[in-house]
Protein backbone atom coordinates (compact mmCIF):
# COMPACT_ATOMS: atom_id res chain seq x y z
CA UNK A 1 0.00 0.00 0.00
CA UNK A 2 2.96 2.16 1.24
CA UNK A 3 4.73 1.59 -2.43
CA UNK A 4 1.78 1.96 -4.12
CA UNK A 5 1.43 5.59 -2.77
CA UNK A 6 4.38 6.86 -3.17
CA UNK A 7 4.57 5.30 -6.73
CA UNK A 8 1.29 7.47 -7.03
CA UNK A 9 2.30 10.65 -5.94
CA UNK A 10 6.02 10.57 -7.95
CA UNK A 11 3.51 10.45 -11.44
CA UNK A 12 1.76 13.24 -9.78
CA UNK A 13 4.89 15.00 -9.12
CA UNK A 14 6.22 14.22 -12.71
CA UNK A 15 2.90 15.13 -14.46
CA UNK A 16 2.82 18.34 -12.72
CA UNK A 17 6.25 19.40 -13.86
CA UNK A 18 5.78 18.61 -17.16
CA UNK A 19 2.10 21.08 -17.16
CA UNK A 20 3.75 23.46 -15.65
CA UNK A 21 6.41 23.81 -18.58
CA UNK A 22 9.35 23.18 -16.81
CA UNK A 23 10.64 20.62 -18.67
CA UNK A 24 12.12 22.21 -21.00
CA UNK A 25 13.53 25.65 -20.66
CA UNK A 26 12.31 28.45 -23.31
CA UNK A 27 15.13 30.57 -25.17
CA UNK A 28 15.35 34.46 -25.90
CA UNK A 29 17.72 35.26 -28.73
CA UNK A 30 18.51 38.29 -30.58
CA UNK A 31 19.35 38.86 -34.21
CA UNK A 32 21.92 40.28 -35.16
CA UNK A 33 23.98 38.72 -32.24
CA UNK A 34 26.05 42.15 -31.67
CA UNK A 35 27.83 42.81 -27.89
CA UNK A 36 26.83 46.61 -28.72
CA UNK A 37 24.43 48.49 -30.67
CA UNK A 38 24.15 51.82 -31.85
CA UNK A 39 21.06 54.71 -31.35
CA UNK A 40 18.96 53.97 -35.04
CA UNK A 41 20.02 50.48 -35.20
CA UNK A 42 17.39 47.63 -35.39
CA UNK A 43 17.24 44.33 -33.03
CA UNK A 44 15.36 41.63 -33.24
CA UNK A 45 14.15 39.05 -30.30
CA UNK A 46 13.34 35.82 -30.92
CA UNK A 47 11.76 33.38 -28.47
CA UNK A 48 11.25 29.89 -28.50
CA UNK A 49 9.37 27.45 -26.51
CA UNK A 50 11.29 24.53 -27.09
CA UNK A 51 8.01 22.60 -27.38
CA UNK A 52 5.10 22.23 -29.98
CA UNK A 53 4.67 24.75 -32.64
CA UNK A 54 5.20 28.80 -32.48
CA UNK A 55 1.52 28.86 -33.17
CA UNK A 56 0.87 27.10 -30.00
CA UNK A 57 2.16 29.67 -27.88
CA UNK A 58 1.01 33.50 -26.75
CA UNK A 59 4.49 35.47 -26.61
CA UNK A 60 5.48 38.07 -23.50
CA UNK A 61 8.43 40.23 -23.08
CA UNK A 62 9.75 41.80 -20.30
CA UNK A 63 12.44 44.43 -19.81
CA UNK A 64 14.18 45.16 -16.07
CA UNK A 65 11.52 42.53 -14.71
CA UNK A 66 8.82 44.87 -16.40
CA UNK A 67 6.18 44.21 -18.94
CA UNK A 68 7.32 45.34 -22.36
CA UNK A 69 5.10 43.75 -24.74
CA UNK A 70 2.35 42.11 -23.29
CA UNK A 71 0.97 38.39 -24.64
CA UNK A 72 0.64 38.41 -28.21
CA UNK A 73 0.62 35.42 -31.06
CA UNK A 74 4.28 36.70 -32.59
CA UNK A 75 7.20 35.02 -31.27
CA UNK A 76 9.76 37.75 -32.44
CA UNK A 77 9.53 41.41 -32.21
CA UNK A 78 12.13 44.09 -34.21
CA UNK A 79 12.71 47.17 -32.20
CA UNK A 80 14.35 50.46 -33.33
CA UNK A 81 16.30 51.88 -30.63
CA UNK A 82 15.99 55.04 -30.08
CA UNK A 83 18.23 55.92 -26.54
CA UNK A 84 20.24 54.66 -24.18
CA UNK A 85 17.19 53.81 -22.27
CA UNK A 86 17.10 50.45 -24.60
CA UNK A 87 20.14 49.53 -22.84
CA UNK A 88 18.69 46.75 -20.12
CA UNK A 89 17.88 42.87 -19.53
CA UNK A 90 14.99 41.60 -21.42
CA UNK A 91 13.18 37.96 -21.07
CA UNK A 92 10.01 36.17 -22.61
CA UNK A 93 7.39 34.36 -20.81
CA UNK A 94 4.86 31.29 -23.14
CA UNK A 95 1.63 30.66 -22.55
CA UNK A 96 0.38 27.30 -23.96
CA UNK A 97 -2.89 27.83 -25.67
CA UNK A 98 -6.19 25.96 -23.70
CA UNK A 99 -3.72 25.24 -20.89
CA UNK A 100 -1.91 26.36 -17.77
CA UNK A 101 1.30 25.46 -19.11
CA UNK A 102 3.74 28.60 -18.83
CA UNK A 103 7.64 28.52 -19.47
CA UNK A 104 10.11 31.63 -18.82
CA UNK A 105 13.38 32.10 -21.22
CA UNK A 106 16.97 33.31 -20.03
CA UNK A 107 17.87 37.05 -20.07
CA UNK A 108 19.66 39.07 -22.73
CA UNK A 109 21.12 42.49 -21.99
CA UNK A 110 21.57 44.77 -24.80
CA UNK A 111 24.40 47.66 -24.81
CA UNK A 112 23.63 50.96 -26.15
CA UNK A 113 25.78 53.48 -27.19
CA UNK A 114 24.83 57.09 -27.60
CA UNK A 115 28.02 57.78 -30.01
CA UNK A 116 27.59 57.45 -33.49
CA UNK A 117 30.89 55.47 -34.59
CA UNK A 118 33.00 56.83 -37.19
CA UNK A 119 35.23 55.24 -40.14
CA UNK A 120 38.91 55.64 -40.57
CA UNK A 121 40.78 55.47 -43.94
CA UNK A 122 44.78 54.64 -44.02
CA UNK A 123 47.08 53.92 -46.72
CA UNK A 124 50.44 53.36 -46.87
CA UNK A 125 51.90 55.53 -49.31
CA UNK A 126 49.84 58.15 -51.37
CA UNK A 127 51.60 57.92 -54.50
CA UNK A 128 50.40 55.76 -57.25
CA UNK A 129 53.50 53.74 -59.04
CA UNK A 130 53.49 53.59 -63.00
CA UNK A 131 51.64 50.72 -63.78
CA UNK A 132 50.89 49.77 -59.79
CA UNK A 133 48.36 50.19 -57.09
CA UNK A 134 48.00 51.71 -53.34
CA UNK A 135 46.07 49.91 -50.85
CA UNK A 136 43.17 51.68 -49.00
CA UNK A 137 41.91 50.29 -45.36
CA UNK A 138 39.25 51.21 -43.66
CA UNK A 139 38.35 50.42 -40.31
CA UNK A 140 35.72 51.14 -37.54
CA UNK A 141 35.82 53.09 -34.39
CA UNK A 142 35.39 51.85 -31.62
CA UNK A 143 37.27 48.34 -32.73
CA UNK A 144 35.10 46.30 -30.33
CA UNK A 145 31.94 46.57 -32.50
CA UNK A 146 31.23 44.05 -35.17
CA UNK A 147 29.78 43.05 -38.25
CA UNK A 148 30.43 45.60 -40.52
CA UNK A 149 30.98 45.80 -44.39
CA UNK A 150 32.70 49.00 -46.10
CA UNK A 151 31.34 51.25 -49.17
CA UNK A 152 34.35 53.26 -50.36
CA UNK A 153 34.35 56.59 -52.61
CA UNK A 154 36.21 58.87 -54.59
CA UNK A 155 35.82 62.41 -55.55
CA UNK A 156 33.71 62.39 -58.84
CA UNK A 157 31.43 59.64 -57.65
CA UNK A 158 30.82 61.48 -54.12
CA UNK A 159 27.59 59.85 -53.97
CA UNK A 160 27.83 56.43 -55.39
CA UNK A 161 29.87 53.56 -53.67
CA UNK A 162 33.08 51.89 -55.97
CA UNK A 163 32.61 48.46 -57.69
CA UNK A 164 34.88 46.42 -58.90
CA UNK A 165 35.37 48.07 -61.86
CA UNK A 166 36.72 51.74 -59.99
CA UNK A 167 39.08 48.92 -57.85
CA UNK A 168 40.04 45.71 -56.69
CA UNK A 169 38.58 44.38 -53.17
CA UNK A 170 40.82 42.29 -51.06
CA UNK A 171 39.35 40.87 -47.74
CA UNK A 172 36.24 42.88 -45.75
CA UNK A 173 37.87 46.57 -45.52
CA UNK A 174 40.88 46.33 -47.66
CA UNK A 175 41.12 48.02 -51.28
CA UNK A 176 43.74 48.22 -53.97
CA UNK A 177 43.32 51.88 -56.44
CA UNK A 178 45.49 52.75 -59.99
CA UNK A 179 42.97 55.57 -60.26
CA UNK A 180 43.99 59.33 -58.65
CA UNK A 181 41.61 61.12 -56.60
CA UNK A 182 40.09 61.68 -53.23
CA UNK A 183 38.98 58.67 -51.09
CA UNK A 184 37.01 58.01 -48.28
CA UNK A 185 34.91 55.12 -47.01
CA UNK A 186 32.36 54.49 -44.12
CA UNK A 187 30.93 51.18 -42.51
CA UNK A 188 27.15 49.95 -42.76
CA UNK A 189 25.46 46.87 -40.94
CA UNK A 190 22.05 46.10 -40.21
CA UNK A 191 18.70 45.64 -42.18
CA UNK A 192 18.23 48.20 -43.40
CA UNK A 193 21.48 49.21 -43.33
CA UNK A 194 22.94 51.81 -40.29
CA UNK A 195 25.61 53.58 -41.61
CA UNK A 196 28.95 55.26 -39.85
CA UNK A 197 30.34 58.75 -40.22
CA UNK A 198 32.46 59.05 -43.34
CA UNK A 199 36.24 58.86 -42.88
CA UNK A 200 38.92 62.04 -43.01
CA UNK A 201 39.37 61.85 -47.16
CA UNK A 202 42.82 61.07 -48.30
CA UNK A 203 44.12 62.60 -51.85
CA UNK A 204 46.45 60.09 -53.37
CA UNK A 205 48.23 60.59 -56.32
CA UNK A 206 50.35 58.97 -59.59
CA UNK A 207 53.69 59.74 -60.04
CA UNK A 208 54.73 61.92 -63.04
CA UNK A 209 57.72 59.32 -63.45
CA UNK A 210 59.01 55.80 -62.98
CA UNK A 211 60.62 56.12 -58.97
CA UNK A 212 63.42 54.03 -60.05
CA UNK A 213 65.12 56.45 -62.98
CA UNK A 214 64.82 59.19 -60.52
CA UNK A 215 68.70 58.75 -59.29
CA UNK A 216 69.40 59.09 -62.70
CA UNK A 217 68.23 62.29 -63.42
CA UNK A 218 69.60 63.05 -60.53
CA UNK A 219 72.75 62.45 -61.21
CA UNK A 220 72.35 63.67 -64.95
CA UNK A 221 71.30 67.40 -62.87
CA UNK A 222 74.46 67.70 -60.63
CA UNK A 223 76.59 66.89 -63.35
CA UNK A 224 74.89 69.79 -65.63
CA UNK A 225 75.21 71.90 -62.49
CA UNK A 226 79.12 71.30 -62.25
CA UNK A 227 79.56 72.21 -65.47
CA UNK A 228 77.70 75.25 -65.91
CA UNK A 229 79.48 76.71 -62.81
CA UNK A 230 83.08 75.50 -64.37
CA UNK A 231 82.20 77.54 -67.40
CA UNK A 232 80.74 80.51 -65.56
CA UNK A 233 84.30 80.59 -63.47
CA UNK A 234 86.53 80.48 -66.47
CA UNK A 235 84.13 83.18 -68.39
CA UNK A 236 85.06 85.25 -64.73
CA UNK A 237 88.88 84.20 -64.92
CA UNK A 238 89.18 85.31 -69.35
CA UNK A 239 87.69 88.45 -68.08
CA UNK A 240 90.04 89.30 -65.66
CA UNK A 241 93.03 89.05 -68.10
CA UNK A 242 91.02 91.01 -71.07
CA UNK A 243 92.40 94.71 -71.28
CA UNK A 244 88.89 95.56 -72.71
CA UNK A 245 87.64 98.29 -70.72
CA UNK A 246 84.13 98.98 -71.63
CA UNK A 247 81.27 96.85 -72.57
CA UNK A 248 82.54 94.15 -70.38
CA UNK A 249 79.97 91.25 -70.34
CA UNK A 250 80.48 91.13 -74.42
CA UNK A 251 83.88 91.66 -73.85
CA UNK A 252 84.08 88.80 -71.66
CA UNK A 253 82.25 86.34 -74.30
CA UNK A 254 84.41 87.60 -77.17
CA UNK A 255 87.51 86.36 -74.64
CA UNK A 256 86.10 83.13 -73.97
CA UNK A 257 85.42 82.33 -77.18
CA UNK A 258 88.52 83.10 -79.12
Same mark, same amino acid.
Given at each position: ????L?????????C????????????????????????????T?K???K??E?T????K??KD???????????D?????????????YQ??G??????D??ISNT???T? $?? %?KP?A !????????? @? &???? /?? =??C??????S?????????????????T????????????????E??????????N??Y???? $?? %??HI? !???A??S?? @? &???? /?? =????V????????????????????????????????
Amino acid at each position: MGATLLCELGLFLLCTLLCTGHGQDAVLTIEPNWSSFFIGEFVTFKCDMKEGEDTDWYYKITKDSREFLSYRLNNDHTLQITSTGDNDEYQCFGHMKGSYDTKISNTVSITV $SA %EKPSA !TLTAVTTII @P &VEGN /VT =LTCSVNPSSSSGWKYYWYRDEKSSEALTTQDAVFHSNGQISVSQEGLYRCRGGRGNPVYYTED $SQ %EVHIN !TTGADSSSS @P &VWLM /VG =LVCGVSLIIILLLLLYRCRQSKCKSLFFSCCIREFIY
